[in-house]
C-alpha cells in the first residue's frame, strides 16, 4: 500500500518551517544590520588577534596618525572590532549621557567581570562615596594618611645602609595595601596580616586570572575559563576575604544600633551608611563593594609608583632640585608633610605626571560600550553594541601637543604650569584630565579616586627621595623596559633597584 501524506501533518511540518525561519531572521538579521553598519567605518589592519597582542602600541600609532577626521574599526585581543575615537571627536563624545555610552559595561568587558567576579559598581556607590566622602577628607586624612605611610616604608624596606637590592613593585604594594587600607576599613583592621595579605594576593590573582582569561580563544570562555587554575585561585581568594570583611562588616552594623556609637572616618562606614539609598545593604554586597577599592587602590598605586621610581632610577639628574623641593616644602609647613606641602611639590608633580605620559596603564582610554547607536558631526555612524576608546599614548606623543614629545622631561609640565598659553596650573596637574590629558580617563567617568591617589604616591615619594638614593640593580643606566600586552602596559615587577641610605639636613635649602 503506498503511504499518503497527511494534509495535517504537512500543514504542521510547513508552520514549525515557517517558525525556525522566524526565530532564525529574529536572531541573525540585527547581527547582519550591525556587520553591515560597521563595515561602513574604515578599519586599520584587519588581521588576526594574535597581531594585537604584540603589536598594539604600533597599530594604534599608525591608526592615529592615518585616521585624523575619521573614527575606525581595530580588530582587538578578543576577535572582535572596536571603533578608535580621533581627537577631532573627544568633545563630542565626551558629552554623551550614560544611556548612550556605559563605562561600567565597557570595564565588565575589559575586566572579564562575568570570570572574575570584579565589582564594576553599575549602581554608582562607590563613586559616588570617594566623590562626596573620600575626596572632602583629605585634608583631615592628610596626617594619618603620612603617619601610615612612614610605618609603612620602616616596615618593609631594609636599613639600605649600603647598596641593597629591593623588588620595589611588592614592597610597594604591601605599603600600599597597608596606607589604602587604613583609608579603607580603619587602623584596626589594616594592620592585621591576613588583611594585608589577603588584599596584595586579591589584586595579583586577579590580573593573573585576568591574564589568563584573555589569553584564551573568546569562543572558549564560556565553557573552559571556569576551570583555568588562575580563575579557581581567586575564587579560593574571594572565599578568604569574605571571612575576613563580613564579620567586620557585621559588627560596625550592630554598632551603629548603638545612639551612643561614634563612627569611624573611613570608607567602609561611608559605604554603609550610603548603601541603602544605592540599594547595597547586604553583607555580602558592601564586601564586594571593598574588594573592588583593594584592586583598584593596590593595582593602579603600585603600578604609577614602580614606574616613576624605575624612571627616576636612571634619571639621577631630577634627584637634587627634587630632594631640594620636597626639604623646602615640609620647612615651609612646620616640618611636616602637610596638605599644603604636598601643593608645594610642584617639580615632583611634573616628574609624576611626565612619566605617566611616557608610561600610562595602557594604550587607550575612554573604553565605553555603545549601548544606543549615535552620528558624529562628520556623518559617520556608531552602531549599538560596539566598543569604543580614544588612542590616549598617540595623543600624549603629538608633537602638536607635546613639543619635543619622545625627549623624556621631567619638569615638562613644571614649566607649562607657567605658561598661561598652555593652561596655566589647572591643565597640567597629575590629577588633570582633558583632551590631552587623559591617564585617568577623560569626563563624568575620570577616575574619581586619582585625587587620594596622588597625594599617596607623592608621600611615598618624597620619603623614598629624602632618605635614599636609586639605581639599577644590574648596573645598567637604560629604563628597565614595561612589559606590553595588548591595549596594556605594566612595570616589569621581577626587577630590583637598589637604594642606599642618605642623610640630608632638615632645615629649607
Known sequence: MEFQSLPGVD?????????????VAILYIPKINFMAQLARLPAHDEKRRSVFFTSAKRLYGEGYEKFKN?????????????????????HEVRKLPDSVISFTEAAAITLEEKYTNIDVSRDGLIQ?????????????????????????????????ENWTSVYIYMKLANVVAQVSGRVFVGPEVSHNKEYLDCGVHYTIELMAAHTAIKNMHPIL???????LPEVRSLRLREKKAHAILDPI??????????????????????????????????TAQIAGKQLALIFAAIHTTTTFTTNILYSLAVTPEYVPPLREEIINAIADNGGIITFRALQQMEKLDSYMKEVMRFFPLAFTSFGRKVLHGFTLSNGQYIPAGVDIETPSYAVYHDEQNYPNS????????????????????????????????????????????????????????ARLILNYDIKNADGATERYKNIEMNRGITPDPTKALLFKKVTVCDGRL
Open 406 to 461: 619622545g625627549e623624556f622631561d621631567g619638569f615638562r609640565f613644571h614649566k607649562l604650569r607657567r605658561d598661561p598659553a598652555r593652561g596655566g596650573h589647572a591643565r597640567n596637574q597629575f590629577v588633570t584630565v582633558n583632551e590631552q590629558n587623559m591617564g585617568f580617563g577623560l569626563g563624568a567617568h575620570a577616575c574619581p579616586g586619582r585625587f587620594f591617589a596622588a597625594n599617596e604616591i607623592k608621600m611615598i615619594l
Open 70 to 90: 575619521t573614527v575606525y574599526r581595530i580588530r582587538a585581543e578578543d576577535g572582535d572590532d572596536r571603533i578608535v575615537i580621533p581627537p577631532r571627536f573627544f
Open 11 to 23: 500543514h504542521t511540518m510547513q508552520t514549525a518551517a515557517l517558525a525556525v525561519l522566524v526565530i
Open 221 to 227: 570562555r564560556p565553557w573552559f575559563a571556569w576551570f
Open 249 to 282: 562588616i557585621q559588627a560596625r552594623r550592630q554598632a551603629m544600633n548603638d545612639p551612643d556609637h561614634k563612627m569611624p572616618e573611613d570608607v567602609l562606614q561611608w559605604l554603609m551608611n550610603r548603601g541603602t539609598s544605592f540599594g547595597m545593604e547586604t
Open 128 to 160: 559616588h562615596v570617594i566623590k562626596a566622602d573620600l575626596t572632602p577628607a583629605l585634608v583631615r586624612l592628610n596626617p594619618t594618611i603620612c603617619a601610615e605611610v612612614d610605618k609603612a616604608l620602616k616596615k618593609e624596606l631594609p636599613p639600605c
